[in-house]
């Protein structure tokens, strides 16, 4: 069901790095309505309660909550009686904030009994307290509690002690990572009762939940929880409060406080739509990229363009009005674009020789960017020239574009906008763009994940471990339902892989490799040898692996070898790959025949940095 109004957005201070202050300050002017203050970053203020209280006035913000307080309920005395007193300095501080209700988290003290009866007692004490001032109080059922982790215990020990106000708060990450779910919660808890609700996602670990939420929490849409699930429940529960994010994340506490708001609340925005709360356009429908860009000058030009031709690529035009070359082979448009003053030249100051933009075809141009919008997402518009096509572009977390093409409208750019002055042959065989892998530093891999995953509704696939010489890579895809866009996303913590290696170069992530389709990989790698293309040579070892691992032909194995073909399978077909050694040292391109495969290669990834490393050495 499609709510009245979207939910409140709020963020817990803790999600974010800096001052209480400045955290304050980057929720306001990301948009969020109302914020939780932790109470570390109220202690560590130079300011009293009643002077934050200004500060969230003046910026527009709620304080929303004030949390945690901790290891209350049954406790025997004269812990009982100390927590009490203790309580009442706390409603001291929430009165001067202006915070309306206090979380209370499940017991995790060693002295604390196994007596729900006695925790109801406690807490219809504590409501009391909280009501007699106008306050309230919500009970959230901590994963690791002493003897209350799930939000049913803790549902039945707030009907017992049956006060107004006294509610319950719900935890994704606290529900999810037990394998818990909301599921009855519409049957079985008044909305009314439900006070607050907080939101987090993370990647499974199998490490002690403790640990596990301390570190390694992360936006709705970045992790593997069904946090979807988890909304969609509240929805039909009828929940009237804010959607909160309360996030304990490493990297989070060391980036920059503005992105990480922004990504939160684009991640608000998406799961509640998800979950049936609100309505987002829909996903754009990809039919697979139009063109990559790729910002060059001077030597690199010449460079790029007779590594294109010895790829097989035609030099087919020139723009009618800007240093912009076409070059173009089967269905792959690739543009090197040095014109002064444009994105494209304010990429290259910043990463050198390198893709900045990417043009994807969508089935409608209008509702993507609407979607995109609605999403946080800005939209980037070129100057054009008269009678230009009317390219319009997003931005990506990065800064590089991403234009979005009318299916229908695929290739009539070029026609509108260059000079064609050669024909589009079939070059070495490379047919289509299969996919556009990037190298991201390790603290903005969730950023790119959500962009990919709210904006265009691409879905996330499992995660690779990599070994590299020099260290250890992580791999994750983000594919369309149909597989014709595809972005392998890299991360490595060692600046000595080849991953690292990059990211340094660039001062940045970016595009590391784009990989091109051949139907007969055999016939055009002994093509783009014969034209000067250096391709990476495969050690004899990886062959004999092969050899054991899998039923192929000594005819196959042979082939695969002499023409340093890599080779992999899975439940639905075969895949062979070919590489270029780096241009300079920044991407390179990958050839591969698909025959019903669906994955990337990653066993083979090894294989190729090895390769890699070796031909570095050898220059």
């Not at 020789?353 to 800005?378: G, K, M, Q, Y």
Request: charged share 20%; aromatic share 10%; proline share 5%.
């Amino acid at each position: 069901m499609t709510r009245a109004a979207p939910f409140r957005k709020a963020i817990a201070t803790v999600s974010l790095s800096g001052t209480l202050p400045e955290k304050l300050r980057a929720a306001a002017a990301t948009g969020f309505d109302a914020i939780e203050i932790f109470e570390p970053d109220l202690l560590n203020v130079q300011a009293t309660p009643a002077e934050v209280r200004a500060m969230c006035e003046d910026l527009g913000l709620e304080i929303a909550l004030f949390q945690p307080f901790r290891d209350f309920e049954a406790m025997p005395e004269p812990y009982r009686r100390r927590n009490l007193e203790r309580a009442e300095r706390k409603f001291d501080v929430m009165q001067a904030l202006g915070a309306p209700q206090v979380l209370v988290c499940s017991n995790v003290h060693e002295l604390a009994q196994a007596d729900p009866a006695r925790a109801a007692a406690d807490l219809r004490e504590l409501a009391e307290r909280a009501h007699q001032r106008g306050l309230k109080v919500g009970y959230e059922a901590l994963a690791w509690g002493r003897h209350v982790q799930r939000w049913r215990q803790a549902w039945d020990i707030v009907q017992q002690a049956d006060h107004p106000a006294l509610g319950l708060i719900l935890d994704s990450f606290h529900t999810l990572a037990l394998g818990d779910s909301l599921a009855g919660l519409a049957e079985t808890v008044p909305s009314e009762k439900i006070f607050f609700v907080q939101l987090a996602d993370s990647p499974r670990k199998s490490m002690d939940v403790l640990s596990w939420s301390r570190h390694y929490r992360n936006f709705p849409g970045q992790g593997e929880l069904d946090v979807v699930g988890f909304t969609r429940e509240l929805v039909r529960a009828d929940y009237q409060g804010p959607l909160s994010l309360e996030i304990f994340n490493d990297e989070f506490r060391a980036a920059s406080a503005y992105l990480t708001a922004h990504d939160g609340l684009r991640s608000l925005l998406w799961v509640e739509a998800e979950a049936g709360a609100t309505a987002l356009p829909a996903p754009p429908v990809f039919s697979g990229y139009e063109f990559l860009e790729f910002a060059v000058e001077g030597q690199a030009t010449r460079e790029l363009s007779e590594q294109l031709q010895a790829l097989g690529f035609s030099w087919t035009g020139q723009h009618r009005s800007k240093q912009v070359s076409l070059w173009q082979q089967g269905d792959i448009n690739l543009i090197l674009n040095s014109e002064p003053d444009s994105h494209a030249a304010d990429f290259y100051d910043l990463y050198g020789p390198s893709v900045c933009a990417i043009a994807l075809r969508v089935d409608n141009v209008a509702r993507a960017i609407e979607r995109a919008d609605r999403l946080l997402c800005s939209v980037w518009q070129e100057v054009r020239g008269e009678d230009e096509y009317p390219l319009v572009a997003l931005r990506a977390p990065n800064g590089m574009l991403f234009y979005l093409v009318s299916s229908e409208d695929a290739g009539k750019l070029y026609l509108q906008d260059f000079d064609l002055r050669g024909q589009v042959g079939t070059g070495a065989g490379l047919q289509t763009i299969d996919h556009v892998a990037q190298a991201l530093p390790p603290d903005r891999l969730g950023s790119f994940v959500l962009f990919y995953r709210t904006v265009f509704g691409l879905e996330p696939e499992g995660l690779h471990e990599i070994p590299d010489p020099y260290g250890l890579v992580s791999s994750r895809a983000l594919v369309s339902a149909d597989h014709t866009v595809s972005f392998p996303l890299n991360i490595s913590e060692s600046r000595r892989t080849a991953t690292g290696r990059f990211v340094g170069a660039l001062s940045g992530g970016g595009v590391h490799h784009i990989a091109f389709t051949s139907a007969d990989l055999v016939q055009t790698a002994a093509q783009l040898r014969a034209a000067g293309a250096h391709l990476l040579d495969i050690p004899e070892n990886y062959y004999v692996d092969l050899d054991a691992r899998l039923l192929l032909s000594a005819d196959t194995l042979a082939t695969l070898q002499h023409n340093d073909l890599l080779y992999d399978e899975d439940a639905y077909g075969q895949f062979r790959q070919v590489y270029t050694a780096t241009f300079d040292e920044r991407f390179f391109f990958e050839v591969v025949q698909r025959d019903g495969y669906r994955g990337f290669g990653a066993a083979n990834a090894s294989v190729r940095m090895n390769a890699m490393n070796a031909a570095a050495r050898s220059e």
